[in-house]
């Protein structure tokens, strides 16, 4: 298992160029920002669009043991601003690292993802291609890498670009180039496909893995494994307090034990079987056996 990020290497490309300091760039306080168009609340998705985008996104804050030990922000369709005059762009989902998030997220100048406010560009962009190609390798790729972000990911289930269900591009200076894996060392996480079962739909998902590939599970999946341990632990030591009260019915009692157990094979009490257990030397007839288990 991959050890959790605590701090960030310094191989991020070049932002002398980006505007991401308040004081630097608004010697006079906050920017008015009221021309811009920061969100229009216009998404459209699919049911798969919409369950896969929630399954890279919640995971981060649903108690899950991601191995990052650092601020951070998951969204997604929240738009991206580098700078006061541009237009914006919406990825299906970005990572952001470093990010400390903010108390009040209702003000407008932290409801979408503005460079100038946030300090940084994203450092991981998700495009889902679902159903119908949006330009993601023709414009967005461009755009993408003029915002400085270090990797942009194209995840295109039905293979309408190409015969690559995922592409991964990294920055190199300006522009992206083709990754030849989906594991992300800035970020001390990856990407990889897996088919299972998300919310009752079976199939193949993009999902967050570490370095081993191991995928990062949500705390839902996680506590349903855990609830599972303990039903079958339960059901251990039920199967060893039934065959204790089998033996010590059957030296107390003989065959006239035989139609008692299989009342008490049906008791799933634990703590009950185990009264039963210690009051086998005690009780001197059926009838109190069954008084145990019936009041």
Request: charge should be negative; aromatic fraction near 10%.
């Amino acid at each position: 298992m991959s050890e959790k990020l605590t701090i960030l290497p310094h191989e991020y490309p070049d932002t002398n160029n980006m505007i991401l300091e308040n004081d630097t760039h608004f010697p006079h306080g906050e920017p008015d920002t009221s021309h811009m168009i920061l969100e229009d609340d216009a998404p459209l998705d699919s049911f798969i669009n919409e369950k896969q985008q929630r399954l890279l996104t919640t995971v981060f804050y649903s108690g899950a043991e991601i191995p990052i030990n650092v601020p951070f922000i998951v969204a997604a369709n929240v738009g991206l601003f580098s700078h006061l005059r541009d237009s914006g762009i919406v990825p299906d989902m970005f990572l952001s690292l470093n990010i400390i998030g903010e108390k009040e997220w209702w003000k407008r100048n932290v409801r979408s993802y503005l460079f100038w406010e946030f300090g940084k560009a994203p450092d991981v962009v998700i495009e889902i291609v679902y159903p119908t190609p949006g330009n993601e390798l023709g414009s967005k790729l461009t755009d993408y890498a003029k915002l400085g972000i270090p990797y942009y990911v194209v995840y295109d289930p039905l293979q309408k670009l190409s015969e690559n269900v995922l592409q991964v591009f990294q920055l190199q200076i300006n522009s992206y180039l083709p990754k030849n894996d989906a594991w992300f060392a800035h970020v001390n996480l990856g990407l990889t496909l897996w088919n299972g079962v998300f919310e009752n739909i079976n199939g193949t998902w993009l999902r967050w893995c570490d370095a081993d590939g191991n995928v990062i599970k949500t705390g839902d999946e996680i506590a349903t494994e855990k609830n599972l341990e303990i039903s079958q632990k339960d059901a251990q030591i039920k199967q060893a307090l039934l065959l204790a009260i089998e033996m010590g019915l059957k030296l107390k009692f003989g065959d006239e034990y035989v139609g008692i157990l299989s009342d008490i094979s049906k008791i799933d009490d634990v703590k009950l079987l185990e009264t039963i257990v210690s009051q086998i030397p005690q009780i001197s007839s059926m009838d109190e056996l069954r008084k145990l288990y019936t009041e």
